[in-house]
């Protein structure tokens, strides 16, 4: 609708057109929107950290309120960046860890599959170059 006039936070540049009650609107629908994410992931990450590695309730809980804070601390402040960073970081660890838990299910598992996936170790290795090919772009680009 703005064309070129897009804003970065894509709702002050709507101002210009519907007043500046849009902009308390979509600010309040972005923060509620954030905050629910933050919610969300913040509880998946602390139960991660209590029944993945033993952590306590607290020590979990610390952890991940801790992990927010210190990105913030460290001076990133460009909400963009900070999603491009941690998006291309998770998906390159996500992507490993699945080739990995795949290699030990197909090896170890105690049951035959339904079906099964041919694949060879240089093709694996190389999915997993190019997740970590991936990440490592992301944070030098």
């Known amino acids: 609708m703005s064309g070129a006039e897009t804003s970065e936070n894509a709702v002050s540049g709507l101002a210009k057109y519907y007043g500046n009650g849009f902009i308390t609107l ?53 909400f963009i960046r900070i999603m491009g960073f941690s998006g291309a970081l998770m998906g390159g660890v996500d992507g490993v860890l699945l080739i990995l838990m795949y290699r030990k299910a197909d090896k170890g598992g105690a049951r035959k599959p339904e079906y099964d996936i041919i694949t060879s170790k240089r093709l694996e290795y190389f999915i997993m170059l190019i997740f970590i090919l991936g990440f490592v772009y992301t944070v030098f680009n």
């Open 26 to 78: 979509g600010a309040l629908v972005g923060f509620l929107a954030v905050f629910t994410s933050l919610l969300a992931y913040g509880t998946n990450l602390k139960k991660t950290f209590q029944y993945d590695y033993g952590l306590s309730r607290t020590q979990g809980l610390i952890l991940a309120l801790l992990i927010p804070f210190l990105v913030l601390m460290s001076g990133a402040n460009d």
